[in-house]
């Protein structure tokens, strides 16, 4: 289990360190950062793909952040994912767009934002409402 959400506002954002010493965050406005990073876990085939390894969501409920582990995910590789359940499935970046096949997240898409893993301002996946707008958010965990 995540254990309890600790939160501080910074710069216009909410930061959200998980007990588990991973960290989520909602913004109010969107960060164009554009480097990755590696590390032993968490990697990146090129600057534009999506660094592998275990994504925790949070979603924004009653004006808290709370934990989403449903939607938790890895991304295994440049075009295969593993959802909470270790179910696997696919995703295709095209652009910031994400889209995935199978699995639980099957349907969905999600914009990313590029960061740098491990850092202040880690990558960011937001999983986009039916309206477009983007809805929980997924980070390096």
């Known amino acids: 289990m995540l254990g309890a959400l600790h939160r501080a506002a910074l710069a216009g954002f909410v930061v959200v360190v998980l007990a588990s010493g991973c960290a989520a965050h909602s913004t109010s406005s969107s960060d164009q950062s554009s480097t990755s990073s590696t590390s032993s876990d968490q990697s990146s085939d090129s600057q534009s793909a999506v660094p592998t390894g275990s994504y925790q969501c949070a979603t924004l409920s009653g004006g808290e952040l709370q934990a989403a582990a449903s939607e938790n995910f890895t991304i295994v590789d440049a075009s295969n994912y593993t959802d909470a359940a270790g179910n ?13 096949q199978g699995a639980a997240l099957d349907g969905q898409r999600a914009k990313y934002t590029p960061g740098v893993v491990g850092s202040s301002n880690p990558p960011s996946i937001a999983i986009l409402m039916s309206d477009g707008n983007p809805g929980d958010t997924c980070q390096p965990h």
Not at 88 to 100: E, R, V
Request: hydrophobic residues 30%.
């Open 88 to 100: 696997q499935g696919t995703y295709a970046l095209d652009g910031d767009t994400i889209s995935f």
